[in-house]
């Protein structure tokens, strides 16, 4: 069984930072990508970075490049996200997710995730 705890969040004033972890535990058979999405409210779900199974490739949406980083520590089985220069727009539950990949790359879309955290909010004022 596989079980993804995310930690970290909360609430902060407009250019701020926070720090995202999500611990995974359990097995994965094959490498596994990582990826985090949130879900603003009235908003349908989006990507907003993952990263392969080496770390060696990762994506970001048009809207944090620059400023949110996404890292994985495998010795941990632990992924971070470090979100800075918040805006109010990044108000939303942030998903940490798991999935198998090639180990080349990492996806974009839900259904290339089967394991799911619980979600935490980022809350963001102007």
């Known amino acids: 069984l596989v079980h993804l705890m995310q930690s970290g969040g909360g609430s902060v004033q407009s250019g701020g930072s926070l720090r995202l972890s999500c611990a995974v535990s359990?097995?994965?058979?094959?490498?596994?990508?990582l990826a985090w999405f949130r879900q603003a409210p009235g908003k349908e779900r989006e990507v907003v970075s993952c990263t392969s199974w080496s770390g060696a490739w990762s994506f970001y949406a048009d809207s944090v490049k620059g400023r949110f980083t996404i890292s994985r520590d495998n010795a941990k089985n632990t992924l971070y996200l470090q979100m800075n220069s918040l805006k109010p727009e990044d108000t939303a539950t942030y998903y940490c997710?798991?999935?198998?990949?090639?180990?080349?790359?990492?996806?974009?879309?839900?259904?290339?995730?089967?394991?799911w955290g619980q979600g935490t909010q980022v809350t963001v004022s102007s």
């Open positions: 359990g097995s994965i058979d094959s490498p596994y990508s």
């Open positions: 997710v798991a999935g198998e990949s090639n180990g080349r790359e990492c996806g974009e879309y839900e259904y290339e995730y089967t394991y």
